[in-house]
Structure formats: structure tokens, C-alpha cells
């Protein structure tokens, strides 16, 4: 009989060690959902990553004339001036899965507004000439005679690692990385072209409707009474050129911000 007992007690003690993993994973396991809203500048860069931002475009090997930048050798012309960063902001839902102890997935659904800022010349139209070349009724001097904010309206569908770098888990500071796929609803801006001895205009067709961006950014985070808070920079990079004229040297779009997060309830995952 003290043989039996010994043999149940091992069994019990095997299964508890088996099982109580098993119910510490589940309870790790949970969905947060959450809002989410971040500001800050915003610029089309003429260089991937951190180089050229807002250097004066070399399009010096450039003539004016037809749309596609030929034209009169040697003619002059106003080249395009360099942009500015100007204000941005994002706003959404957040949805985070915890996957470890330090580390969760988020993703959701963010609107992006974000601008450039450029120097043109007076709105101008009623020329047949470039009407018929280009198909547009209406078009900027490349004089840098007024400022002009080029405004992007996008929806964004981020996927963000987060890694817990300390080790507190109500106050802790975490590093984001990942990327984000997205596509332009609407756009108001301008694009430079040689025609005309340089002249801004807008064309639907001459802007990326899909882009992916890397995003990374660093947050401190509080929990307390069911609620996440956290806070820090944000960055976001555009892999793909979102204007697709060769005459605009402006391509990229780079954003930095501050975002603030705030989870709410905390659901178990069934």
C-alpha cells in the first residue's frame, strides 16, 4: 500500500508540474485593445533614410519644354526649390497581443495625415500649350513666390513588435519596431516638372496609391487599475518613392512624432 501511495503521489506531482505551465501561458495570453494619436513634422525626402533632407533639387542637366523634362538645349528655366517639414499628425484603434513575459505584437487600423511644405509661384492657367501637352487646366510658377502645403490623407494598417527593455511590468520602457502598409485616399499636392521653365501642377496619376513604410520608436509605459498608459517618439520611413515623376526629386516620406497610447480593458484569449 505505501508503494501504491508513492507511485500516486509522483503521478500527481508529474501532472502538476505538466499542467501548471500550461495555465500560466493562457493567462499570459491575453488581447488589449486601445486608441492611439501621435504629432509631429512631417517631409518628402530627396534621399532614402536621413540623407538630403530639404537639400535645393540638382536638376541642372534638365531643360524646359514638353511633359517628360525635353525641351531647348541650354534655355533657362527655375529649378525646384527645397521643401520644408510642416505638420503631421496619425490617429487610431490598437489592438496588442501579449506573446511573452517582455514582448507583445500590436496592430490596428490609423488615419495618416501628413504634408510637405514647398516654395511656388503664382497659380496660373488658360495655356493651351501645356493643357494639351499635360492635360491640365491650371498650374504653379517655379519661382518660389508663395508657400504651398502639400497634404496626404492615408489609411495605415501597422505591425509593430514591442520588447520590454526593463524589467518592472507597471512601469517599464519598451522598444517598437515593424511596418506599415498603406494607401493614399486623397492628395492635394504638387509635382515639379521642366515644362514651361519649370512649373508645379497636380495629377492624381503621378502619386503611389500603395506604401510600406518601417516604423520604430521607443515608449515608456504605466499600468495601473486595468489601464495602460505610454508615451514617447515615434518614426516612420517610406520605403517606396510616393512621387513618381523623375523631374520631382522629392520622393520619400519621413515622419517623426510624439505618440501617446492608451490600452483599455484586458480580454483573455479563448
Known sequence: KKNVDAK????????ARVTKPKVESNESQKLEWGVSVSAGPSIIKDKFLLAGIGKKANLSAYSPGVYGGSGTPGAAFNTQLGNQSSFAFKAGVV??????????????????????????????????????LMSISTYYGGT??????????????????????????RHFLSLDAGISVSYLVSTNALVYDTTGFGIYYHKNDQFAKGNISLLTGLSYHMVKKGFEWNIGPQFSFQLNKIIKSDFDERKYFLYTGIEGTIFFGKKKNK
Open 144 to 169: 518660389g513666390q508663395t508657400t504651398f502645403i502639400d497634404r496626404f490623407h492615408f489609411i495605415e494598417l501597422p505591425l509593430l513588435f514591442n520588447w520590454r527593455l526593463t524589467a518592472d511590468p
Open 8 to 15: 500516486t503521489n509522483k503521478i500527481d506531482s508529474a501532472i
Open 95 to 132: 489592438i496588442k497581443r501579449t506573446i511573452s513575459k517582455r514582448s507583445s505584437l500590436s496592430t490596428g487600423l490609423t488615419y495618416a495625415y501628413l504634408t510637405d511644405k514647398i516654395h511656388i509661384g503664382f497659380k496660373q492657367s488658360n495655356n493651351s500649350l501645356l493643357a494639351g
